[in-house]
């Protein structure tokens, strides 16, 4: 079963993690393009109290070396019933400060690779056929993004191309359709630095280009400043353009955080709408965080750029 959220022949799944000061699960020229280097661990659960439903578990890290390269990794764990699959990912990125040391006008560029091991568990199955082998067959296969950055002052921008090899995993015979090469655009502005309260609205932009799906996430989050912290919260809502029922599935993303010198955590929940539902409960994730080998931060950008430490 294929959705907005869920694709088993893809990669790493797309879901709202970004928003949750992780924006390397998505874009790699996001790699070490701050003040600091990031480590973020992320557990989500589908679809609460049905068994065996979709869960993924990503565990990532990415810093600057010297003054113009980033570096990063990915390790992945995702699990829809009785298939599931596993990655790793390694990035390098490349950033050109397009004015003065102390002012954000940077363009980068940022290439992964990743090596992905796919399953399907078929020990319990009890169908009496000579297809089913009743045992856990595995194939693996490599594939590799393509991601360029622009970010001036408040305003971000990401371009990215996934799963440009087209590789079949052949789990399922050799006639398995290919990977789903897709495209993401992301724009976004941060203003309100200065001051007690910023807002940073941003959109991100999904095209499919086997399928023809078309969709978008309309976010907004707010930060709270406090004297030793900060308080954020974020509403994302992803909406399907395709005509069909399926493609126009719609969820919102509600999502609270707090950044308390260099840690972060954060709980999302995302709630499905539409007429064609895959199940009514709601899908929880919670990420952990920590920030390392910070510098100083710049005068201005979004908090992608100026993290806490």
């Known amino acids: 079963m294929q959705s907005n959220f869920v694709s088993g022949q893809e990669t790493l799944p797309i879901y709202s993690d970004y928003l949750s000061d992780n924006v ?91 090596y992905v091991q796919n399953s399907v568990d078929e020990t319990s199955f009890i169908i009496p056929d000579p297809v089913i082998t009743q045992i856990v067959q595995s194939k693996s296969y490599v594939n590799a993004d393509f991601s360029m950055a622009y970010h ?8 990215t191309a996934k799963n440009l090899l087209l590789n079949a995993r052949n789990l399922y015979g050799d006639n398995e359709p290919l990977n ?37 996430d309309f976010n907004l989050k707010v930060y709270k400043n406090l004297s030793n912290a900060q308080l954020w919260a ?46 009514d409960g709601g899908y929880h994730q919670v990420t952990l965080g920590v920030n390392l080998f910070c510098k100083k931060q710049r005068a201005t950008g979004c908090p992608n750029i100026n993290a806490s430490f």
Request: with cysteine; glycine share 12%; hydrophobic share 35%.
């Open 24 to 114: 390397y699960l998505v874009h790699p020229s996001a790699a070490g393009i701050g003040n600091c280097g990031k480590i973020r661990l992320t557990a989500r659960n589908q679809w609460a109290g049905v068994q065996d439903a979709p869960a993924l578990q990503t565990l990532s890290f990415h810093t600057r070396l010297g003054y113009n390269t980033g570096f990063g990794a990915i390790i992945f764990n995702d699990r829809n019933g009785f298939h599931s699959q596993k990655g790793i990912q390694a990035t390098y990125a490349y950033h050109i400060e397009m004015g003065r040391i102390d002012d954000l006008n940077l363009l980068s560029f940022g290439m992964s690779f990743m």
């Open 234 to 279: 974020g509403l994302s809502f992803r909406k399907g353009f395709d005509g069909n029922n399926i493609e126009e599935l719609t969820y919102f993303t509600p999502i609270l955080g707090v950044n308390y010198k260099k840690y972060m955590a954060s709980y999302t929940y995302t709630k499905q709408t539409g007429d064609f539902l895959f199940d």
């Open 152 to 159: 001036n002052n408040g305003f971000s921008s990401y371009f």
């Open 180 to 216: 789903l090469r897709r495209y993401l655009v992301t724009a976004g502005y941060y203003f309100g630095e200065g001051g007690s309260v910023q807002f940073e609205p941003s959109i991100m932009a999904q095209f499919i280009e086997r399928t023809g799906g078309k969709f978008a």
